[in-house]
């Protein structure tokens, strides 16, 4: 059965202490990772798509990354508007449109 | 462009009402879906469609209808609303990348 597991559930920084948000996957045939920001009471926001191993995207303090098993989302130099719940999904080889999608970190950047 | 749209942003219902949560996009998207989001549970497929006249079930489709009579909307029925289904609702559309783009959400008490 395809799954995603994302750790951790939770994690608080500092301002400026960078950290990684980790999302381990078996997903049968991969056909994409997505990472998404969600703020309280809104609706989930696009960051980046990874399609292969060894793909990397940026955008402002964050990185994502991919490998055959997981994907790492890196976060630079935090600030607190960087405080959000980022979700991981991906898509099966069966249907790319149908996401299986992991429960979210919960991130806190402390000033 | 508007994006996803959906109406209400607050709704409560007794049991046993029924009601329609409202979707639209202005993307020109084939791919429409609705989830539901609760605490610990993640982001769960109710139905989706992928294209005007076609739908299909989801993960939880039980106590749902929905219908496609165009590209633009998607809206979810309620046809006797239950305690269980009290929940925030998120509709996405997605073009032929994958990537899908949600809505700001509706969010359901019933009591």
């Known amino acids: 059965e395809d799954q995603v597991t994302q750790s951790p559930e939770a994690l608080r920084l500092q301002e400026g202490e960078s950290s990684s948000l980790n999302c381990s996957y078996t997903?049968?045939?991969?056909?994409?990772l997505f990472w998404y920001r969600q703020d309280p009471g809104k609706g989930p926001e696009f960051l980046f798509t990874?399609?292969?191993?060894?793909e990397e995207k940026e955008k402002e303090r964050l990185k994502a990354t991919l490998t055959k098993k997981e994907s790492f989302l890196h976060i630079t130099a935090p600030k607190p508007e960087d405080s959000a719940t980022y979700l991981c999904?991906?898509?099966?080889?069966?249907?790319?449109?149908?996401?299986?999608w992991g429960l979210g970190t919960s991130l806190a950047v402390n000033p | 462009n508007a994006g996803v749209t959906q109406t209400p942003k607050f709704q409560v219902l007794k049991t046993g009402q029924s009601m329609t949560l409202q979707c639209a996009q202005d993307?020109?998207?084939?791919?429409m879906s609705w989830y539901r989001q609760d605490p610990g549970m993640g982001l769960r497929l109710i139905h989706y469609?992928?294209?005007?006249?076609?739908?299909d079930q989801g993960e939880v489709p039980n106590g749902y209808n929905v219908s496609r009579s165009t590209t633009e909307d998607f809206p979810l029925r309620l046809l006797s609303a239950a305690p269980s289904q009290t929940s925030v609702y998120f509709c996405?559309?997605?073009?032929?990348?994958?990537?899908?783009?949600f809505g700001p959400g509706t969010r359901l008490l019933v009591l």
């Open positions: 996405a559309s997605s073009g032929t990348g994958g990537t899908q783009y």
């Open positions: 993307m020109n998207h084939e791919y």
């Open positions: 469609s992928v294209g005007a006249g076609i739908t």
């Open positions: 997903v049968s045939g991969l056909r994409g």
């Open positions: 990874l399609y292969s191993a060894g």
């Open positions: 999904a991906g898509a099966n080889a069966g249907n790319n449109r149908k996401l299986i």
